[in-house]
């Protein structure tokens, strides 16, 4: 069994920290910071200490760090923690943070040319053997070229001493790191861009996210990113439907995705929308027990009146009628045809339900936001089946559970 090696201590993970001391916010972040950077320092006879005690540290900056919302803080220390580990290398740590002990060009200059070197030598490697193939089998196909380069391509990873050549080959630990690097750039990170179409590739590891989950540590981290995406989507949300002139398509754009938004309860979004001939639901969710519902979309900002004085009392107007009347209708039609769906699909909608998401207070300033909300709450009290919400309230509270989500260990729906 290979030992695990000690957690490594050294100048590219002090100058590291130190940027990170620095762009903390939360003195109890900043504390903790110093205390990992106080217990590395290099001691009066040169030694500069690691170990368990490393570790520890920065795992209880990284966990302080979370639980004051500074994700970026948490990313940064994980990748130290993983430095310290030996799992990300030197050379990509160093400049992803920029790390040197000298001044030079904002991207490392000796690592680009040497990996710039790397892919033109095997490049010429690969053309030679090519031009050697066409030479010997004029008559090849592109198709069978390329399967022969590739063939040629694994067969060097056989590479052996050859046995008129016993010696053996040490390489230093700093030269191993490196190979591996290059090894890790040349599978993963080169890209053909093409400049008129530019490709990129993000690759997500089902087993790199099963380790983390694992670990507590790991919770903490993956809670960590999937918190910061659900912040993100809901502030790009609230910035929509604030925008008047948005539209409903606009909406279903910004909600896509983000089913957590409507509570709980529901763990899915269903790729059909068109259930029923002629009609096509705006965003059709499933609950936990495979039933239906279905969120209408009108507009947000947009609508200029929600409500209106009659009688003596606040009653929503025409647009939300016509709104509660639209989803009534898809859930007749859901009805009619509930046994054909429930073959062709497995959705139950014997028991749908829906919900309109219609208006915001901004389109009608002159009437308090709770009157407008009471006003809806007290029409949808005498619909069994159909809710009206504003986004505003809908945001407001995806917002409350998202808040209470980033303080509690359990885990994300």
């Keep these: 069994m290979t030992p695990t090696p000690t957690p490594r201590s050294d100048k590219a993970l002090e100058f590291h920290l130190q940027d990170i001391e620095r762009a903390a916010t939360a003195p109890e972040v900043t504390a903790a910071v110093g205390a990992v950077l106080r217990h590395i320092a290099v001691r009066a006879n040169g030694y500069r200490p690691g170990g368990k005690k490393l570790t520890g540290l920065l795992a209880e900056a990284r966990r302080c760090a979370a639980r004051h919302e500074e994700w970026e803080t948490v990313r940064s220390l994980q990748d130290a923690v993983h430095y310290t580990e030996?799992?990300?290398?030197?050379?990509?740590?160093?400049?992803?943070?920029?790390?040197?002990?000298?001044?030079?060009?904002p991207r490392d200059e000796l690592g680009l040319q040497y990996i710039a070197r790397t892919l033109t030598r095997t490049g010429e490697l690969w053309c030679s053997e090519g031009r050697k193939i066409l030479g010997e089998r004029p008559g090849i196909t592109p198709k069978e070229l390329l399967t022969e380069i590739a063939e040629l391509s694994a067969d060097a990873e056989l590479t052996r001493a050859p046995e008129e050549d016993p010696a053996r080959y040490h390489i230093p630990r700093g030269a191993a790191e490196?190979?591996?690097?290059?090894?890790?750039?040349?599978?993963?990170?080169?890209?053909?861009?093409d400049p008129h179409d530019a490709a990129h590739r993000i690759v997500s590891s089902p087993e790199?996210?099963?380790?983390?989950?694992?670990?507590?540590?790991?919770?903490?981290?993956?809670?960590?990113?999937?918190?910061?995406?659900?912040?993100?989507?809901?502030?790009?949300?609230?910035?929509?439907?604030?925008?008047?002139?948005?539209?409903?398509?606009a909406l279903q754009r910004a909600l896509s995705g983000q089913h957590w938004i409507f509570g709980g309860r529901f763990v899915a979004e269903s790729e059909h929308r068109r259930l029923v001939p002629g009609d096509e639901l705006d965003i059709p969710l499933l609950r936990a027990d495979g039933a239906l519902h279905v969120v209408e979309l009108k507009q947000a900002a947009g609508v200029s009146r929600l409500v209106k004085r009659q009688r003596g009392a606040w009653v929503?107007?025409?647009?939300?009628?016509?709104?509660?009347?639209?989803?009534?209708?898809?859930?007749?039609?859901?009805?009619?045809?509930?046994?054909?769906?429930?073959?062709?699909?497995?959705?139950?909608?014997?028991?749908?339900?829906?919900?309109?998401?219609?208006?915001?207070?901004?389109?009608?300033?002159?009437?308090?936001?709770?009157?407008?909300?009471?006003?809806?709450?007290?029409?949808?009290?005498?619909?069994?089946?159909?809710?009206?919400?504003?986004?505003?309230?809908?945001?407001?509270?995806?917002?409350?559970?998202?808040?209470?989500g980033a303080g509690t260990e359990a885990p994300l729906p």
């Design 86 to 105: 030996g799992r990300l290398l030197r050379p990509d740590y160093e400049e992803k943070y920029r790390l040197s002990y000298f001044p030079k060009e």
């Design 178 to 193: 490196l190979a591996k690097w290059t090894e890790r750039v040349l599978r993963n990170r080169v890209e053909i861009v």
């Design 208 to 249: 790199a996210l099963a380790v983390l989950a694992a670990d507590e540590d790991g919770r903490t981290l993956l809670r960590a990113a999937e918190l910061q995406r659900r912040a993100e989507g809901l502030a790009a949300l609230r910035s929509v439907a604030e925008d008047p002139s948005a539209t409903e398509h």
């Design 316 to 404: 929503p107007t025409h647009q939300v009628h016509d709104a509660v009347g639209q989803a009534i209708n898809y859930l007749v039609g859901l009805d009619e045809n509930r046994e054909r769906i429930r073959e062709e699909f497995g959705i139950d909608t014997r028991r749908a339900s829906a919900v309109v998401l219609i208006g915001h207070p901004l389109g009608q300033p002159e009437v308090p936001e709770e009157v407008i909300n009471e006003a809806l709450r007290t029409h949808t009290a005498h619909l069994s089946r159909v809710e009206v919400l504003t986004y505003k309230e809908l945001i407001d509270s995806a917002e409350r559970a998202l808040g209470e």
